[in-house]
């Protein structure tokens, strides 16, 4: 199967998530999306207050209440030790599921940081990825910033598509949580 690997902290999970979610399925030929809630992103300084677990449980409900979705909530980085980088998290998926291909997704607005990540041009080489618009990121200049940082790793090839059609849903956890916190129902966007 071809599998999109599409991690963050999902907290919580909204209707921009499930759009994205829908899209690598219903549009991109993806048999399955494995949506993996991060316990702690590596470079982030923020710290949830929310546990890996808690978020894991509440992205499992959200899922459950669409089982249109070609979607498996997976506690792979969980059990994982710290720190869990993308990279350890797609060889473990890679070596449980040998049979099964996989492709990291991310938001146009992680890309612009992916030289911080661990072993970023194995993930470009070895899985590839997928990039999601996000607001205020050209994804045109995305493109050509990609293929100059290809062009200057020579000897491998890079498998990296751009969502370029896919809808911007502008909305984000952060957003909500801080709803929440002032006592505005953001329940709609929930997912």
Known sequence: MKIAVYSGSFNPLHIGHQAIMEYLTESMGFDM???IVSPKNPIKLTVS???????YEAAVAAVERHPELKVKVDDIELDMPAPQYTIKTLDALAAREPDNTFTFVLGADNLADIRRWRDYGRILADYGVVV?????????QIK??????????Q???YRICLMEDAPIVDISSTELRAAFAAGI???AYLM
């Open 33 to 35: 999306v494995y949506l």
């Open 49 to 55: 207050a929310e546990t890996g677990r808690e978020r």
């Open 132 to 140: 999601y618009p996000r607001k205020g990121f050209d994804m045109k």
């Open 144 to 153: 050509e910033t990609l293929m100059q940082e290809c062009i200057g790793m």
């Open 155 to 157: 000897g491998k090839q």
């Open 185 to 187: 129902d953001a329940s």
